[in-house]
Structures are given as C-alpha cells and as structure tokens.
C-alpha cells in the first residue's frame, strides 16, 4: 500500500498549508454551515426528482467541482435540453446553467434566507428548463421547516465558506485517488447533501441486509461496501476529519489498528482521522491517503473480500495496461 509522510510541527503547518489546507472547526461557522448545507439541499431534491434512479441513491448525489456543489446535466422539464445548478463558492452564487447557453444566478449573501434563495432558485430553475415540484422538507437534520419557508437560517459568511471549499476540494483530491485502481464498483466522489459529506463506496458486488428499513438505508446500503470521506464536522462532532467503515462488519472490527497512528475507532461507529493531524503532516495529501488505504487493506481482511478486489488497489493489475 502507499505510505505516509511523518508529522511535522503544527507551527510550520500552520504557516505552509494556511490556505491549501485551512482549518475547519465547525463551531466557528455553524451558523454559515447551516445556511450553505440547506441549499445544498436544493439542488439534491432537483436530482431526486429530474435523474434517472440508480442503486443506492446515486442519481441523488451531487459533485464537488472546482465551483462548489454541483449538480450532474439534468433534463429540463420543458424538453428544452438540460441543465444544471452549482453552488459557486467563488463568487457566492447559486447559478443555473441550460445547455443551449442561458444561465441565471441567484446571490448567497449575508442575511438572505434559505427561504428566499430556495423560491429564487427554483424560480430561475422554471425560467430557463420549466417548473419543477421539490420535497422541501430539510433531511438528516434537527429542524423540519421546509426550504421554500426557512428564514432561520440566514446566516452567510463568505470567509468561512472559502476555507471550507479549500479544504473540502484537498479532501476530494485525496478520495479520487484512493478509488482511482480499484477494478470493482464503486462510486466516484459523491457530495451527499443530506449528511453534507464527501464519500466514496467500493462494493463486492454481493448485497447486504441494511441495518434498517427507512428508506434511505434500505436504498444506500443494500450491498458489501467499504465507504470512506470527508466531512467539516457538525454539531455531534465539531472537527472536520476523514472517516471510514465497512457494511457490514464483522465482530471485532473496532479492534483493526490503521495507519497512521492518529486514526482512531470513534463512538459514531466509523474509524476518524482528525483533519488537524492530516494538516501537519509533510505531506497532508499522501498521510491522509494512508489512512484509508490502511482501512481498505484491514477491512477486505477482515470482511474476507475477494483477494482480486484487494489486489487491485496495489495495481494487480493496474488500470492501465
């Protein structure tokens, strides 16, 4: 498997990643993170409804791009073409592109709702590809007033924001090239707007009873996978970090011991590296990558995958011949 680089100080961390990789900490934008996850939230509705259904709710995910969150092409309910909306995080816009060249934007500004950007964006939605009818019930989290009527969260800090989508993009990087070899399924880096998290699944291709029978586990984990991603923390934990499990997983597998020696098995029920031990490491990108190459070669150990599967990852054989 790759190898890690060791540690070095914080303080020279701090001075060489300060904006490649910034810190996260999640109870120092709360608020904003609200704000930006809820209209992340939009735009994975539009999904659900416009694209066509896939196993385990893949059709629902959005993209990081380098914008911000993004939706894949969608049809237009007019049959004009496609489209597509993205959650610019350069220039703070939720932004509406048709594929015969029209666009529409709508601000993401201190002190705008998330009521007022949901009627205005479904609003320029329905100008450029025609109507289209969401759930807006907010999902995966303590509040349920709808999207369209939220003027709770209006909190919008662009600062914050910007550090986020940095350190989300590093992350990004770092599962794209862990997923790269492997020659089984698997997805590519999903933006889950629910868990407001950065994920990739492999699977064995053989299925799995879910552990239980709401709608989005009997959907999105239904199969053998091993998942690993990325999240900027939240309320029940409050630092970003990487974060990897299996499904399902055997007796004992709390009791794997992963490289490197930060990772940890957490109370959420997954294996964390926290986003500040990656941050001063030398080499952030490559100490990140260990860990979950290390959960990946200990958990198809443990969950006894097919030792193509496995092999695979190291380039047996390679993906490119």
């Not at 499990?245 to 011991?257: K, N, T, W």
């Amino acid at each position: 498997m790759r190898r890690f680089v060791a540690s070095r100080s914080e303080e020279d961390a701090m001075t060489s990643d300060r904006t490649a990789w910034p810190a996260v900490d999640h109870t120092s934008w709360a608020a904003t993170c609200d704000t930006l996850h809820m209209h992340a939230q939009v735009l994975g509705k539009l999904c659900v409804e416009l694209a066509p259904p896939e196993p385990q709710l893949g059709h629902a995910a959005l993209r990081l791009t380098a914008r911000g969150w993004e939706t894949r092409p969608l049809r237009a309910p007019n049959g004009s073409g496609a489209f597509s909306v993205v959650l610019d995080l350069h220039v703070h816009e939720a932004q509406v592109h048709h594929s015969d060249g029209r666009t529409a934007a709508v601000p993401l500004t201190p002190h705008r709702s998330v009521g007022t950007v949901t009627t205005e964006l479904l609003a320029a939605v329905a100008s450029l590809a025609g109507p289209v009818t969401i759930d807006t019930t907010p999902q995966e989290v303590a509040w349920s007033t709808p999207l369209d009527r939220d003027d709770d969260h209006a909190t919008y800090d662009t600062a914050p924001v910007e550090a986020y989508f940095a350190a989300a993009t590093q992350a990004a990087l770092v599962l794209a090239e862990f997923r790269a070899p492997f020659r089984g399924r698997s997805t590519p880096v999903n933006a889950w707007w629910g868990s407001f998290d950065l994920a990739v699944s492999l699977f064995t291709g053989l299925p799995a009873d879910p552990p239980s029978n709401d709608f989005i586990m009997r959907n999105a984990m239904d199969a053998q996978e091993i998942a690993v991603g990325w999240w900027p923390g939240d309320a029940k934990y409050g630092k970003a970090a990487f974060y990897a499990y299996a499904h399902p997983a055997p007796d004992g597998f709390d009791q794997l011991r992963l490289a490197p020696p930060e990772a940890r098995w957490s109370d959420l029920g997954e294996y964390l590296l926290d986003w500040d031990d990656v941050r001063k490491a030398d080499d952030p990108h490559a100490y990140a990558l260990s860990f979950l190459d290390s959960v990946f070669e200990h958990a198809c150990h443990a969950c006894e995958w097919d030792p193509k599967l496995v092999g695979s990852m190291d380039g047996d054989p390679g993906p490119i011949r």
